[in-house]
């Protein structure tokens, strides 16, 4: 599969526009912030594929990302972002309630944790509800480039124990230095030929 052969099929307003569940869907989630658009842009090896912001909640929408005709990569508005409003907390609840609950082409939920920290409480309560929907989790830890060598190793095994999750479950990746690229490329691979 070549992931540079990526292009964005739409970014649905409402499940109206989500295109027809004819190729499997692997969805990104996670924080704010967390790195989801760049990780798109990373496996594309292509900056201008999803849109990648400075400040936390850009993107609003669900982004369809079709990969080498074969899937799609499912981009999703961060959660536990903090000047969101309420309303506009329920509509995202609401829209990925709809999603989980309607699409039965997906096939796995790739969950971005900050590589830094332990997995907040938002994070818990997004791998509760991809369990909830059957689905296989893959956890990647981004902007590892920011720890060192050592804390890589410790929070890799913290994130591992939080999650309740092996180890071989969690990827420690970069979009900056392209870290677990190849081994993320390799697991969304197995996912879509099971
Ligand atoms: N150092 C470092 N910075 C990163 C990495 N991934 C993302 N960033 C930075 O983190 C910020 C947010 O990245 P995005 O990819 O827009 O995050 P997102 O999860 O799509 O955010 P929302 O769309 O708001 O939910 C940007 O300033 C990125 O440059 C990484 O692996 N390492
Ligand atoms: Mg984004």
Known sequence: MDFRKMHLVISAPDKHSWPEPSLPEIVLAGRSNVGKSSLINTLAENRK??????????TRLLN???VDQTFRLVDVPGYGYAHA?????LQFGKMMEDYFHDRKNIKGVILLVDARHRPTEDDLTM???ARYFQLPVLLVATKADKCSRSEQQHQLHLIAECC??????????????QLGKDRL??????????
Not at 49 to 56: D, E, I, L, N
Not at 164 to 177: G, P, Q, R, T, Y
């Open 64 to 66: 369809f990302f079709e």
């Open 127 to 129: 791998l509760e509800f």
């Open 185 to 194: 490329i390799t697991a969304i691979e197995q996912w879509i030929k099971n």
């Open 85 to 89: 409003s309420q309303k506009l907390l």
């Open 164 to 177: 309740e999750v092996a180890l071989s479950e969690v990827i420690l990746f970069s979009s900056v230095d």
């Open 49 to 58: 594929m999803a849109y990648v912001g400075k400040t936390p909640g850009k």
